[in-house]
């Protein structure tokens, strides 16, 4: 099983910045799509970005939510398993959990759980 650890949350005015960081357990050079989803309470999950690599590049096709597109950019570092979140011209209603995950139906089947870590939040407020 695959273990993932965001990190990099934190309190931010409107307009700030934050880079989130996601940790990956074990390799992930066969992992070819990655995302950050975002959660408010009582809300489900949304997708904020994703990335789909061809397996050893951390280059690929990327994917951004309405809300976010041209102020986000999702990245990854595969040497280091590491998935990131560079987040600009954060807006109050950025605000929520954000989590890392492993699309299971896009990496291998449907028979397969998707993997997510346990988030971290990200709270924008004046």
């Known amino acids: 099983q695959v273990q993932l650890v965001e990190s990099g949350g934190g309190l931010v005015q409107p307009g700030g910045s934050l880079t989130l960081s996601c940790t990956v357990s074990?390799?992930?050079?066969?992992?070819?799509?990655m995302g950050w989803y975002r959660q408010a309470p009582g809300k489900q999950r949304e997708l904020v970005a994703s990335i789909k690599t061809g397996g050893f590049s951390n280059r690929g096709e990327t994917k951004y939510g309405g809300d976010v597109k041209g102020r986000f950019t999702i990245s990854s570092d595969k040497f280091n398993n590491k998935l990131y979140l560079q987040m600009d011209s954060l807006k109050p209603e950025g605000t929520g959990v954000y989590y890392c995950n492993i699309d299971a139906k896009m990496n291998w089947d449907s028979s397969r759980e998707d993997y997510w870590g346990q988030g971290t939040q990200v709270t924008v407020s004046a």
């Open positions: 074990e390799g992930i050079f066969n992992i070819y799509v």
